[in-house]
T-cell receptor, first 111, second 113 residues
């Protein structure tokens, strides 16, 4: 079956790195996504990685994918207070059908 | 570029009443999605349209939920009759095609009392 799991909370100090982890169950997924949701707002796609890749870097964001363990992580370097939000991991499939979201990790950044 | 517009932003209704939500996707986007996000959970896809045709509605509770996308542009999602467990944020998203990034609206927060 399809399931995406994340830890619910993460607290870091401003300037530190944040690492948000996610595990998924369906090895047939094509894409793995990270979305950000700020209070009262819709979801914003931060980055995504194809399931045949191991790593993707985009400015302060680094995504690591361990296909064997079905583990995905998002590292935010130099975390800022503006990074405080809920981060959702999601898996998707070719054709865009039925993207499956995790429950989200709430990131708290302390000044 | 204007984003995905949804209305209303908030709605409070009593159980067994009916409610409708409206979504205007980004101009030119062929694919439109409705998601339900219950507090503390991730979004769950309810229905996906490609132009005015339904691609996936496997998770739509069809006994009470309905959605349409006439003319392949705007879409409405209706709940009739509402139950307490329908309290959630209803998110609309659109994308240029099925495989592209989806852009989300701000959502409609529904409270059923």
């Amino acid at each position: 079956g399809e399931d995406v799991e994340q830890s619910l909370f993460l607290s870091v100090r401003e300037g530190d790195s944040s690492v948000i982890n996610c595990t998924y169950t369906d090895s047939s997924s094509t894409y793995l996504y990270w979305y950000k949701q700020e209070p009262g707002a819709g979801l914003q796609l931060l980055t995504y990685i194809f399931s045949n890749m191991d790593m993707k870097q985009d400015q302060r964001l680094t995504v690591l994918l361990n296909k064997k363990d079905k583990h995905l992580s998002l590292r935010i370097a130099d975390t800022q207070t503006g990074d405080s939000a809920i981060y959702f991991c999601a898996e998707g499939y070719t054709g865009g059908f039925k993207t499956i979201f995790g429950a989200g990790t709430r990131l708290f950044v302390k000044a | 570029e204007a984003g995905v517009a949804q209305s209303p932003r908030y709605k409070i209704i009593e159980k067994r009443q009916s409610v409708a939500f409206w979504c205007n996707p980004i101009s030119g986007h062929a694919t439109l999605y409705w998601y339900q996000q219950i507090l503390g959970q991730g979004p769950k896809l309810l229905i996906q349209f490609q132009n005015n045709g339904v691609v996936d509605d496997s998770q739509l509770p069809k006994d009470r939920f309905s959605a349409e996308r006439l003319k392949g542009v705007d879409s409405t999602l209706k709940i009739q009759p509402a139950k307490l467990e329908d309290s959630a944020v209803y998110l609309c998203a659109s994308s240029p095609d099925i495989s592209a990034e989806a852009f989300f609206g701000q959502g409609t927060r529904l409270t059923v009392v």
